[in-house]
């Protein structure tokens, strides 16, 4: 189990040429990948989110890819000869109008504004094969953080999933008992009522039915311990599972919403409130599950 939140870092040199390549993530509701590569090899952008997405599948991620040629491979420098001509000869004729001195040597032109061209002639094939192994790099530092963050939530998962099941087990044991308790109350509550001794048990027994019937939560506890059991089997799998997750716990959240307005209980009521709370503290670390 991974979380959404990680950072990896690489840096590479070789010849001349300087790598550094930073990821970062936080959690999203998809995946939403953002590339920031230098302009002169802007061209890779599809191939470094084609490698990203064979790793990512959830999560906002942000990479920055930085890259500095110092060497003198991939480099042509030319000199535009005619523009240098033109620079000289209107500034000879300066020189002649005004009778300046005219000192100007090869340095000064050289300085002129588009006299020298340094045009890029890289080789695409090894710029990528060096982006991609510091990619790599970057991304198994990347995922290693993930699945450290994805490893504690889920030991607190666990924690809080056998919370609930033990107050699942409490609230079982307080409904067995809801029955009897209503027939010792009921048949109080007639005998004050109508001031008899005697009972018509007919009577009594279709009220019991009904009660029963309409507070019985063994369907909800039974659903509940499934979505549990469920739940402990999704993390421990390797995908992506945080929708699933998500969705399960909607549907815990209904089965114990119904329990409370079924239970007519304090005990249970209370019981109610605390997996409630579980489930919602589980809710919000399960957003940042990818």
Not at 54 to 80: E, L, M, P
């Amino acid at each position: 189990m991974r979380s959404m939140t990680g950072f990896g870092r690489s840096k590479y040199e070789n010849e001349g040429r300087e790598y550094i390549i930073e990821i970062k993530s936080v959690n999203h509701k998809y995946n939403d990948i953002s590339i920031k590569l230098p302009r002169n090899i802007s061209y890779l952008e599809e191939k470094v989110k084609k490698e990203l997405g064979a790793y990512i599948t959830r999560g906002k991620i942000d990479v920055f890819i930085s890259f500095i040629n110092n060497s003198k491979i991939g480099k042509d420098i030319k000199i535009n000869t005619e523009l240098a001509e033109t620079y000289i000869k209107e500034l000879s004729e300066v020189c002649n109008k005004t009778g300046i001195i005219d000192n100007i040597n090869i340095m000064d032109i050289a300085k002129m504004p588009d006299v020298l061209v340094i045009q890029s002639n890289e080789d695409e094939e090894i710029i990528w094969k060096e982006i991609k192994s510091t990619l790599q790099i970057a991304l198994y530092s990347f995922m290693q953080m993930r699945e450290m963050e994805g490893e504690k939530l889920k030991s607190d998962f666990e924690k809080r999933a056998q919370k609930i099941s033990e107050k699942i087990e409490e609230v079982y044991n307080f409904s067995t008992g809801l029955v009897d308790d209503y027939i010792v109350k009921l048949k109080d509550k007639i005998k004050e009522a109508l001031n008899v001794a005697v009972l018509d048990e007919n009577r009594i027994a279709q009220e019991i039915v009904i009660y029963a019937d309409k507070c019985s939560i063994e369907e909800e506890i039974t659903r509940l311990k499934s979505h549990i059991s469920q739940f402990l089997e999704l993390i421990k799998q390797k995908d992506s599972i945080g929708r699933k997750l998500d969705f399960l716990l909607q549907e815990m959240n209904r089965e114990t919403n119904t329990i409370g307005s079924k239970a007519n209980c304090l005990e249970i009521t209370n019981l109610v409130v605390d997996i409630k709370t579980e489930l919602e503290n589980i809710r919000e670390q399960v957003q940042n599950i990818e």
